[in-house]
């Protein structure tokens, strides 16, 4: 039922009305338009994005196990952050001097920065060389001796680099050369994109950045191979097509296990084992007829005869001891 108004609401409303407070309402603004930039350097999406994450934290494991068995201590790495920016802002966020090494994928046009945090480059040197890691310098050149103890952790780092991108292709990351100076390590025009990927690493109590920078403007022979069955695949291209059982199964027939044969078993007191010499002789409780048990591992899964076989002992397997009759 409508609310009745009572004469006193109906005086204020006209008066309302006759001095201009009660307006009709207005009409909805028109939305402002915003300008869009083309120049923008979100080329890569989310889930490409994504992919290259897991990647990249596969490449993390690998190396932080190489640096464990290089410094004796423990290490962690891990992906903070994946970030798409203009190359002129990464320029400007790189300290000097630094340690850079510029690389190549063969076969693209794909090229990239590895940078080394300065204090981490000097942490390695001393650690590699046998100090404790806690030396200090008056400066921060990094000298000839320094740049090749420092390549040789470079190079592992192409190589755990590839071994983590097999689950796209086979790229092939090469080393191209060392920089102190960001200005000499020119990989892209300024206004162009990068993709920087920074990794913390924990040594110990002590934490050290490095960080990975990619032009994207050659970016697409991968992102043209990050399809949606490549982000589902959690192993490499040399396994495609092959499931986890036979990946396993494989790997299994390839185990080397441990084969005994045993001749015979016997008693003897401890004083007649303390009094044994040379040239001794004791019976054991199988006779020459008997078949002899061939043991893998622990457990006997064979019967079999001894022999000779061009020069060698060996032993014929007569017949293969059942599931349910192997008790011991």
Request: proline share 2%; with cysteine; aromatic share 8%.
């Amino acid at each position: 039922m409508a609310e009745v108004l009572s004469q006193q609401e109906i005086d204020q409303l006209l008066n309302k009305v006759k001095s201009g407070e009660e307006q009709s309402p207005s009409q909805p603004a028109e939305k402002e338009a915003i300008l869009f930039d083309f120049r923008l350097p979100n080329r890569i999406s989310k889930n490409q994005l994504r992919t290259i994450r897991n990647i990249n934290e596969t490449f993390a494991e690998g190396f932080a196990g190489f640096l464990v068995s290089k410094l004796q201590s423990i290490v962690n790495i891990t992906v903070t952050s994946i970030d798409q920016i203009y190359y002129s802002e990464y320029i400007l966020s790189v300290s000097n001097p630094a340690c850079l090494y510029t690389f190549e994928i063969r076969n693209t046009d794909i090229k990239g920065i590895l940078e080394l945090n300065i204090d981490f480059s000097f942490a390695l040197v001393d650690r590699l060389l046998g100090g404790n890691g806690e030396g200090s310098k008056q400066n921060n050149v990094i000298t000839v001796i320094e740049q090749k103890v420092i390549g040789v952790i470079a190079e592992r780092i192409m190589q755990d680099l590839k071994k983590a991108w097999q689950m796209v292709d086979n790229f092939d990351f090469k080393v191209e050369k060392f920089e102190s100076d960001i200005d000499f390590a020119q990989i892209t025009s300024q206004n162009e994109s990068v993709l920087l990927i920074s990794f913390e690493i924990m040594i110990g109590e002590k934490s050290y950045m490095m960080n990975l920078c990619f032009a994207t403007f050659a970016f697409d022979v991968i992102l043209s191979k990050l399809s949606l069955q490549k982000m589902t695949a959690l192993r490499p291209t040399r396994y495609a097509g092959t499931t986890s059982n036979e990946i396993l199964t494989n790997h299994l027939y390839k185990t080397n296990l441990p084969i005994t044969v045993e001749f015979g078993v016997s008693k003897l007191s401890v004083q007649d084992i303390m009094e044994l010499q040379k040239d001794d002789v004791f019976k054991l409780e199988t006779l020459i007829s008997d078949e002899q048990k061939v043991k893998v591992g622990n457990k006997t899964l064979f019967y079999g005869r001894t022999g000779i076989v061009n020069g060698h002992k060996a032993i014929k397997v007569t017949r293969k001891i059942e599931k349910n009759n192997n008790t011991e």
